[in-house]
Every structure is written in structure tokens, then in C-alpha cells.
């Protein structure tokens, strides 16, 4: 095959994509998704759930895979969160998903590009668990997604997995499907009421803006209890474990690591700030 076939035939195959489900409204992602540097589109996916939409540079540009990156990018914003995230990710030969929550072990699941499923059928239900997912009625959707389809690819895989989070409140924006470029996710975002990500705050503005969405949120009840010296404890045990995390994701390339390293500083940093000196005046 000569090299003008062989680049055809590369463009020729799927391009790759991902989409980032959070179970909190754009406003209280929006301050956790800055500190990842890359430019998304943020927008509503239902009353309890927002949607980010990535430009995709690390795996077009890079030779990381879209599925590495993800994994990073999810644990990295669930980590000291109130809310799960979703990661769904497609390329050429594979799709799947990673639900991080967190400090608790990602879990996920995978298909084939001819929709086979590569995973373990325990994640499906671990994966209902975390969300409060019906366990009947739910549970038997998601198995049916673990069972041989000689007609649903991977892509229509995960179309049938975002057909079980609509049960949970989770709606797309339209024209928002996974398994599309992400030219077309971003074009599909664009119309609707959505938020920018790729503009950086300073370090006040970032702090402030992630105290006051730990205050709205679930987690709100807690400060007192994030002013002691147990505050201190967690922030610390933040920092600690984002230092090797860095490491090894600047070890190993890995931008989506590298970012879970930097949000685990992040939020030690952020701990330890309020821990100190209590609310921004």
C-alpha cells in the first residue's frame, strides 16, 4: 500500500471523540473544569446534569489514546467533588465509558467496534449503584448492553447507555450523539446557551469560584467540619497523592493524568487555603 493510501485509509476511519457527563448544574462545574487548560463547551444536559464538550487536541493532535485521556479527565474533576462524572469516549477499534466519583476506584466498561462486549458485567451493575439507578428496571437495560448484537456497534452501545441515563434526568442537548467528530459535538453545542472553558483565572478568582460551588452544593453542610484540622488532614492526603500522579503522568505523556495530578494539588491547595483562613471577603 503506498503512503498516499495509507493516509486515506487513516482518514477514512472514524474519528474519535468524547463527551464528559457531571451530575451538577454548569455553574458548579464550570470553576473544577477551568483548571483542566482545555478548551471544552459547557453546557445544561437535563435539570441535574451538565455536559462537556472537548476540542479533542490531546488524542487529534497527540499519539495518546481518546480513552487514557478520559480516564484522567474524569477522575481528575470528581476527585473532592460532590457529584459523579461520566466519561464517554469512542475512536476506530473501541467505545466506552468511565464513571469516577471521588476517591473511589474508577469504574467502566467496553465494546468493540462491531459493538462485542469487552468488559465485565459487574461494572454495569457497580456502575447502576453509583448512579441510583433503578436496580430492576435499569440494571436489565444495562445488561442487555453486555450481551452479543449483530446489529449495534459500538456506538449505538453507547446511545443505549445514554437511553438509560435519561431515566436518571440526564437529556442531551440536540444534535449532541455520541459517535460523532468533534467538529459536529461542538457545532451541536454552539446553538444552544452554553459556557467557554478555555479562558484562565487567576488563582483568587479560581478559589473563590470553587469555595462558593463546595458552599451550593451538597458538601455545603459540611464546612464547619472543612475548617478543622481533619480539613488539613484531606487537603494534605490531596497534595500527597497528586504529586505521584503527576509524576506518572509526566512519565507516561499522559495529558488527562497530568491533569488529574494537577486538580488533586488544586484541591489540596484549595483545602488547605480555607482551611487557614475560612471564606473569601
Do not use: K
Not at 26 to 45: C, G, I, K
Not at 117 to 142: C, I, K, N
Not at 246 to 271: C, F, Q
Amino acid at each position: 500500500m503506498s503512503t498516499e493510501q495509507s493516509r486515506t485509509a487513516r482518514e477514512a476511519r472514524p474519528a474519535p471523540g468524547a463527551l464528559l457527563l457531571c451530575r451538577a448544574a454548569p455553574e458548579s462545574v464550570a470553576p473544577v473544569a477551568r483548571l483542566l487548560r482545555e478548551d471544552m463547551l459547557l453546557a445544561a444536559a437535563g435539570g441535574e446534569w451538565s455536559v462537556l464538550v472537548p476540542e479533542g487536541r490531546p488524542w487529534l493532535e497527540g499519539d495518546e489514546p481518546v480513552d487514557r485521556v478520559l480516564n484522567g479527565w474524569a477522575t481528575a474533576l470528581a476527585v473532592g467533588a460532590p457529584w459523579p462524572v461520566l466519561a464517554l469516549w469512542w475512536d476506530a477499534d473501541r467505545a466506552g465509558y468511565t464513571l469516577a466519583s471521588g476517591f473511589r476506584r474508577p469504574v467502566g466498561y467496553v465494546w468493540l467496534a462491531n459493538g462485542t462486549p469487552a468488559g465485565e458485567d459487574e461494572a454495569m451493575h457497580t456502575f447502576a449503584g453509583r448512579l441510583g439507578l433503578d436496580p430492576v428496571l435499569d440494571v436489565q437495560s444495562l445488561d442487555e448492553l453486555t450481551r452479543a448484537d449483530p446489529v449495534a456497534d459500538a456506538r449505538a452501545r453507547l446511545r443505549g447507555l445514554i437511553a438509560v441515563l435519561t431515566r436518571a434526568g440526564v437529556s442531551l442537548p440536540d444534535g449532541l450523539v455520541p459517535g460523532e467528530s468533534a467538529d459536529t459535538l461542538q457545532a451541536a453545542v454552539g446553538v444552544q446557551p452554553h459556557i467557554r472553558l478555555i479562558e484562565w483565572w487567576g488563582w483568587r478568582d479560581t478559589l473563590r469560584a470553587e469555595l462558593d460551588a463546595v458552599e451550593g452544593g451538597r458538601l455545603g453542610a459540611l464546612l464547619p467540619w472543612a475548617c478543622g484540622p481533619q480539613a488539613r488532614v484531606l487537603a494534605l492526603a490531596q497534595i500527597a497523592a497528586g504529586l505521584p500522579v503527576t509524576a506518572w503522568g509526566l512519565r507516561r505523556r499522559s495529558g488527562g493524568w497530568i491533569a488529574a495530578g494537577a486538580l488533586l494539588l488544586a484541591h489540596g491547595a484549595v483545602g488547605l487555603a480555607y482551611s487557614s483562613v475560612g471564606p473569601l471577603d
